[in-house]
């Protein structure tokens, strides 16, 4: 079954610190992964995506994410966040090879900053 | 720039009362989504439809219909409003290219059952 997993709920972070949100993934067929964020209120804005060649990708805002297959993980980074970084994050897996299939999201990490 | 339009964006509904979510993509995409968010569930998928003419059911279909009406219209419909159904949805849409498979998402529709 195609399942993600955030198992960070809540991470605080200070401003100026590295930051890495988990994703681990369960997927039958060559997964693709995103990332979102969500503002308080607002809506879901892309951050980055992994659909095939080199395993780190680049996002907006400053961030990336390294896929490993064998660890079947997506994982989230930024070398230094900053307060606006503070918001709910998702990742979630869909197939590569097909429009048709389901997306499935994460619970959500929520990022807080510490001043 | 419209890109996933829904309605309405806010509604208060009684136990029991019937409301459809309309929602409208403007980038000739074959893939839409219906997705309900509720605090530390993240987004639950609760309908899709691969293409114009079929449905299929998500994670949470229970309590829910929907109609893909044409290739650019997918709607939502909640027959008999329970309490459990308050929640912000979700309309998203992704196009059928294997490059740039991006999902897009409406700005969200926050329901209240009372």
């Known amino acids: 079954a195609q399942s993600v997993t955030q198992p960070d709920i809540h991470i605080t972070v200070s401003e100026g610190a590295s930051l890495e949100l988990r994703c681990n993934y369960s997927?039958?067929?060559?997964?693709?992964l995103f990332w979102y964020v969500q503002s308080p209120g607002q809506g879901l804005q892309l951050l980055l995506k992994?659909?095939?060649?080199?395993?780190l990708v680049q996002g907006i805002k400053g961030f990336e994410a390294e896929f490993k297959r064998s660890q079947s993980s997506f994982n989230l980074r930024k070398p230094s966040v900053h307060w606006s970084d503070a918001a709910e994050y998702f990742c979630a897996v869909g197939a590569m090879y097909s429009s048709a299939s389901k997306i499935i999201f994460g619970s959500g990490t929520r990022l807080s900053i510490r001043p | 720039n419209a890109g996933v339009t829904q309605t309405p964006k806010f509604q208060v509904l009684k136990t029991g009362q019937s409301m459809t979510l309309q929602c409208a993509q403007d980038m000739n995409h074959n893939s839409m989504y219906w997705y309900r968010q509720d605090p530390g569930m993240g987004l639950r998928l609760i309908y899709y439809?691969?293409?114009?003419?079929?449905?299929d059911k998500g994670e949470v279909p229970n309590g829910y219909n929907v109609s893909r009406l044409n290739k650019r219209e997918f709607s939502l419909r909640l027959e008999s409003a329970a309490p459990s159904q308050t929640s912000v949805y979700f309309c998203a849409s992704r196009s059928a290219a294997l490059s740039g498979n991006t999902i897009y998402f409406g700005e969200g529709s926050w329901l209240t059952v009372v």
């Open positions: 997927y039958g067929a060559t997964p693709y």
């Open positions: 992994y659909f095939s060649g080199d395993t």
């Open positions: 439809s691969a293409s114009e003419g079929t449905t």
